[in-house]
């Protein structure tokens, strides 16, 4: 486990569960996984998801997640060819996208908050036709259909701690080998010994007259003291 950014959470690495991936976390942790291309998904405390599928049958990389409960974010990064392929499955809907970085959230009465942050979603219900929803839009999810787009504001957006704190780790994510990632976090950069000049020529004459005031002290020691016995009962 490794400390998150910013103090607080850990993260922890997903687990295994018959042929899906599980992805949870403890409380006060989050889980995240980083998907072969450089994709994420993650969850909090709440939250609670299944990798079901990350390759298609001509062997191009796909991400297919299922969300049962709780709060997530995905972030999807496009391949090569412009399109690595990543599905949300919820209970009332299929959110699809190439490029974008959104947040779902389970509602206490049912349904679903979606609120996309980048890029573009598509999001295909049981009845309705599907709708595209961009970046700075949320909507509405549930049993009865997909509800009415409301643009949101940037600062809206930033107002909100799980979307400021994710879009924060996804910056220091590392694409590798599938399976759980750990984040290469930055390093803090060497500080530079300092080069001689006008810094260490002033550093230099501190110390000579240091040791000037020193040597004088010594001397000035050894001639007072002697006087001052004289007065010495």
Request: glycine share 12%; charged share 20%; aromatic share 4%.
């Amino acid at each position: 486990m490794e400390r998150a950014p910013g103090g607080g959470a850990t993260v922890e690495g997903s687990v295994t569960s018959g042929h899906a991936e599980e992805l949870s976390a403890a409380p006060g942790a989050l889980a995240e996984r980083v998907h072969p291309g450089g994709s994420v998904t993650r969850v909090d405390a709440n939250g609670r998801c299944h990798l079901l599928a990350n390759v298609r049958a001509d062997g191009s990389t796909s991400v297919v997640i299922r969300q049962d409960e709780g709060r997530s974010w995905h972030r999807a990064v496009p391949g090569p060819t412009g399109r690595n392929g990543y599905e949300l499955h919820l209970s009332d809907a299929v959110i699809s996208t190439d490029d974008a970085a959104f947040t779902a959230i389970r509602r206490a009465g049912g349904g679903w908050v979606l609120v996309v942050v980048e890029g573009t979603v598509h999001i295909t219900g049981p009845t309705a036709p599907p709708v595209e929803v961009s970046a700075l839009q949320a909507v509405k999810i549930s049993s009865r259909g997909i509800g009415t787009r409301r643009d949101l504001s940037p600062a809206e957006v930033e107002a909100q701690p799980w979307v400021v704190r994710n879009r924060a780790r996804d910056g220091h994510v590392v694409p590798t080998s599938p399976g759980p990632q750990r984040l290469a976090l930055p390093q803090p950069a060497a500080t530079p010994p300092p080069a001689p000049g006008k810094e260490g020529a002033s550093v230099e004459r501190l110390l000579r007259v240091a040791r000037r005031g020193a040597a004088g002290g010594k001397r000035l020691f050894e001639r007072v003291v002697p006087r001052l016995a004289r007065f010495v009962v």
